[in-house]
């Protein structure tokens, strides 16, 4: 695991949708290659913040990396507001990646959980790609999907039913699991911790065993030391930033 920061300057900012925006940050040294689900520890230079905040990796090459980010506190709002260019560091690549399974594969992602599992579709082949989000406003990436071959259908929904499917992602995946009882599916997942149960709960009643899923969890150090992101599960404690992000969601939900 490389532990080495590095320096870097936000060179530009694009806003995607509603309250989410790209970054691009121009890097001092070289990034390692990356893989579907690893992450970053951002850290903005700045005394009010001294701690960094976990950021997937959209893409990245070696002197330049893009993040996606959804405003929600006093980090992800001064990386919004902040002028450019402003000085960063970044820690990473961090943590596990998704499997790279062939067979069936269903990527399946809530409102922001669509960045880790973006890259993922580069690498494997999807039969399906399920993407939720609250409202028309929050949708992105989804013209970026839709332009990758390998992929055989996108399937979309809002909660509000402002556009495409109204309800949950995880009830459109029901629904095509009830149409398509033979298949053998391996599901890739990211998105908040209920979200991720549900998943689980669907993979049961369908008998799919293959399910990885990468947790969101608050992080302080983002490399194994203050537990920050310690989940319970029932083979004990695993800290998120270390043992995960990604995990197969038989081993957090199950007996
Ligand atoms: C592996 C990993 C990858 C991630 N990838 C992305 C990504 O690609 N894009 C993105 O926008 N976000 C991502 N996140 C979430 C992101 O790290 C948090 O949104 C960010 O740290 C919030 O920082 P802040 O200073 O703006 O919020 P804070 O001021 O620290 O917190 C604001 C509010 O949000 C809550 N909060 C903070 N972090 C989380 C969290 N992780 N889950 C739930 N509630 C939280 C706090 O309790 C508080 O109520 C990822 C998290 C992890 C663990
Ligand atoms: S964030 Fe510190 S142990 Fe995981």
């Not at 950021?55 to 090459?61: G, K, T």
């Not at 996606?68 to 560091?89: A, E, H, R, W, Y």
């Not at 699991?177 to 908040?192: K, S, V």
């Not at 030391?225 to 992000?245: E, I, Q, R």
Request: aromatic share 12%; charged share 25%; glycine share 10%.
């Amino acid at each position: 695991m490389r532990l080495k920061r590095i320096d870097g300057k936000i060179v530009a900012r694009k806003i995607i949708a509603k309250g989410i925006f790209l970054i691009s940050i121009d890097l001092m040294e070289d990034f390692d290659n990356f893989a579907p689900g690893n992450f970053v520890m951002l850290n903005i230079n700045d005394f009010e913040n001294i701690l960094s905040r976990p950021f997937s990796i959209y893409s990245a090459d070696k002197r330049n990396i893009k993040l996606i980010i959804k405003t929600v506190g006093s980090v992800t709002n001064k990386l919004f507001k902040c002028s450019l260019p402003q000085d960063v560091s970044i820690v990473g690549p961090l943590g596990n990646a998704f499997p790279e399974l062939k067979g069936n594969n269903l990527i399946v992602s809530g409102g922001i959980g669509i960045v880790p599992v973006f890259e993922l579709t580069n690498r494997i082949d999807v039969e399906g790609f399920f993407a939720g989000f609250r409202t028309k406003e929050e949708i992105f990436l989804i013209e970026e999907i839709k332009k990758i071959n390998n992929i055989s259908s996108i399937y979309i929904s809002t909660d509000d039913g402002s556009q495409y499917y109204r309800g949950f992602i995880t009830e459109y995946l029901e629904d095509y699991l009830i149409r398509n009882r033979e298949g053998d599916f391996n599901i890739y997942a990211c998105g908040p911790l209920p979200f991720l149960k549900k998943l689980w709960e669907i993979s049961r009643r369908f008998n799919i065993s293959n399910i990885f899923g990468s947790f969101e969890t608050y992080m302080a150090c983002g490399f194994g030391v203050c537990l920050g992101c310690t989940l319970d599960t029932s083979k004990g404690y695993v800290k998120v930033c270390k043992d995960g992000p990604v995990f197969s969601l038989n081993d957090i939900f199950g007996e």
